[in-house]
């Protein structure tokens, strides 16, 4: 059984800025290719952010530029430190890890971003 326990959400300004941690946890023998999704209210799921077994990165064109996602070394842990936040980035942001059988899912975490 593989656990993902997300951390760092909560309210900002516009144009604040937050970092979002993501610490998997379980049977997990490998590094593993991870994500950030985020649901906003009456939006359908969405990716923001991933990044692949050897750390490459992608980014949703909503948020290139604004945030950055990282993998603490070697580990299934990863950041998303997120700058210049807007309301519309306002969603419940959850964290993502894919293994070849499997995808396993945090809770989700509120980022709320006043104007």
């Known amino acids: 059984q593989v656990q993902l326990v997300e951390s760092g959400g909560g309210l900002v300004q516009a144009g604040g800025s937050l970092r979002l941690s993501c610490a998997a946890s379980g049977n997990l023998d490998s590094i593993n290719p991870m994500a950030w999704y985020r649901r906003a209210p009456g939006k359908q799921r969405e990716s923001v952010a991933r990044?692949?077994?050897?750390?490459?990165?992608i980014y949703a064109q909503s948020v290139k530029g604004r945030f950055t996602i990282s993998r603490e070394n070697g580990k299934n842990t990863v950041y998303l430190q997120m700058t210049s936040l807007e309301p519309e980035d306002t969603a419940v942001y959850y964290c993502?890890?894919?293994?070849?059988?499997?995808?396993?899912w945090g809770r989700g975490i509120q980022v709320t971003v006043s104007s």
């Open positions: 993502n890890l894919n293994t070849l059988s499997a995808d396993y």
């Open positions: 990044i692949t077994r050897i750390d490459n990165t």
